[in-house]
């Protein structure tokens, strides 16, 4: 018998019930138990292997749990999206599609970039929405959304002239080669800020595309060369 571990389980017993809460926190807590039993173990112990198999075990069994519960949260999160957004004109929730950020941002829209606005744009790894700020009740109204499906989408940085041609602004323009009226202007505060989010959405991009070519190489209508039809624009918005 091991006596360091009878002298733990003797002086702190009371402290079990920790190990034994919360359903699903159990399994972390199990795993956090035995792996003090292997740590207050010996390797000459008789039952040193059943230990540390245990704790194998339940190691893997809590990396999958993690796993399950970071896909339930992010479909949880792509639900609320959807219902706080009026008018979405397809589904935003799909099993292939996760939220990378939402921000709101100052914009540029509409003929000759006339209109500005403060909008939330969503970051998903294969799209890009654009909603107007929630109202009292917690829901925006919809704008438009550019599928990195499409490959016509146009990801350009510049600088904006603003008060009186006195100052400038970082920028990035979004839009489609093929829908010239499907045009924002994102502005940031710096160059920085800009290309930092602007790396992130042509990596996106990137990925994209090359799923699509590779699908498009074996010649078969998949989801991501249905995707490219995901392109929406409210004109309603620049009135």
């Known amino acids: 018998e091991n006596e360091n571990l009878i002298k733990i389980i003797e002086n702190n017993l009371c402290s079990l019930p920790w190990y034994l809460y919360r359903p699903f926190d159990r399994i972390k807590e199990y795993r956090r138990f035995v792996k003090d039993l292997q740590l207050l173990s010996q390797t000459q112990d008789d039952d040193y292997e059943l230990i540390n198999k245990t704790k194998t075990h339940l ?40 939220l990378s950020s939402a921000k709101n941002y100052d914009i540029k829209y509409g003929p000759n970039d006339s209109k500005s606005a403060k909008m939330k744009v969503y970051i998903f790894n294969n799209l890009l929405i654009c909603a107007s700020l929630s109202d009292d009740n917690g829901i925006s109204k919809y704008i438009g959304s550019f599928s990195f499906y499409h490959f016509g989408l146009g990801l350009v940085s510049s600088h904006l002239r603003i008060k009186d041609d006195t100052e400038t602004v970082s920028c990035f323009d979004v ?14 505060k710096d ?5 930092k989010i602007l790396k992130k959405i042509k990596k996106k991009y990137g990925e994209c595309q090359e799923k699509l070519w590779a699908e498009t190489s074996l010649n078969c209508t998949t989801k991501a060369k249905q995707e490219t039809n995901v392109m929406f624009f409210d004109p309603n918005y620049y009135e």
């Open 59 to 98: 190691s893997h069994t809590y990396k999958q749990i993690k796993k399950d519960e970071q896909l339930f949260q992010q479909k949880t999160r792509m639900v609320e999206i959807q219902l706080s957004i009026d008018n979405v004109p397809f589904r935003i929730y799909d099993s292939e599609r996760v």
């Open 191 to 195: 160059d920085q800020r800009r290309d």
């Open 175 to 188: 839009c489609l080669q093929d829908k010239p009226d499907c045009h924002l202007k994102i502005l940031f």
